[in-house]
């Protein structure tokens, strides 16, 4: 059965209270319900698995030292969500700009064919990382965790028409990106 929004902040506000009251399997809770997900916003922001990890527990990290902050009037996922898109814009901040040897050769087995769709899904990527990364924010939120606009606004403290002109000008940037690379 899957969770209404109701029922998930109703549950989200419990793992929180007990977690506030010292019963430690609260804190599973909290990281079994968000751990995929605050993953693979980290993911798309820094195109990297390993900096996606450790973003992903550093915003765990913050959240829990934190969380006597969260005021339970508003939806816990818009403050956790707000801490590792924080946590990788810092860590895109720290990022040394370097190149690697999968940028420079595309190494194949002899004979491999290549798997077309993880081409595709790699240039995405890649096209993604091009943008500004307020910008990059503002489409992982919407088109890969299929935020509202004013879920996007809570989560970036930054008004609707905000996300809305960055939502904009961050496709036009994608479509043209993406078409340079043939896509």
Same mark, same amino acid.
């Given at each position: 059965?899957?969770? @209404? ?5 109703? #549950?989200? !506000?419990?793992?929180?209270? #007990?977690?506030?009251? &010292?019963? &430690?399997? %609260?804190?599973?809770?909290? /990281? ?11 993911? *798309? ?9 450790? /973003? @992903? ?22 403050? $956790?969500? #707000? ?14 700009? @370097? ?6 050769? %595309?190494? *194949?087995?002899? &004979?491999?064919?290549?798997? &077309? ?5 790699? #240039? ?11 910008? !990059? ?14 879920? $996007?606004?809570?989560?970036?403290? $930054? ?6 002109? !960055? ?5 036009? !940037?994608?479509?043209?990106?993406? *078409?340079?690379?043939?896509?």
């Amino acid at each position: 059965m899957e969770e @209404t929004p109701d029922t998930a902040d109703e #549950r989200d !506000r419990l793992l929180v209270k #007990r977690f506030l009251e &010292g019963q &430690g399997d %609260a804190a599973s809770g909290i /990281v079994d319900r968000y751990q995929q997900r605050l993953f693979n916003v980290a993911l *798309r922001m820094l195109h990297n698995v390993q900096d996606a990890e450790d /973003v @992903t527990q550093a915003a765990f990290f913050n959240a829990f030292r934190e969380l006597r902050t969260y005021n339970p009037r508003y939806r816990f996922f818009s403050w $956790i969500y #707000r801490i590792t898109v924080n946590e990788s814009l810092n860590a895109l901040k720290r990022r040394k700009p @370097t190149v690697t040897l999968e940028d420079q050769l %595309a190494i *194949r087995a002899p &004979g491999a064919a290549a798997d &077309g769709a993880a081409e595709d899904e790699d #240039r995405v990527g890649k096209a993604l990382m091009s943008l500004k990364p307020d910008d !990059r924010a503002v489409v992982v939120l919407k088109h890969f965790v299929s935020f509202s606009y004013q879920e $996007i606004a809570d989560v970036l403290e $930054i008004p609707v028409k905000t996300v809305k002109s !960055r939502l904009f000008t961050a496709r036009e !940037r994608l479509k043209l990106v993406m *078409r340079e690379q043939g896509l």
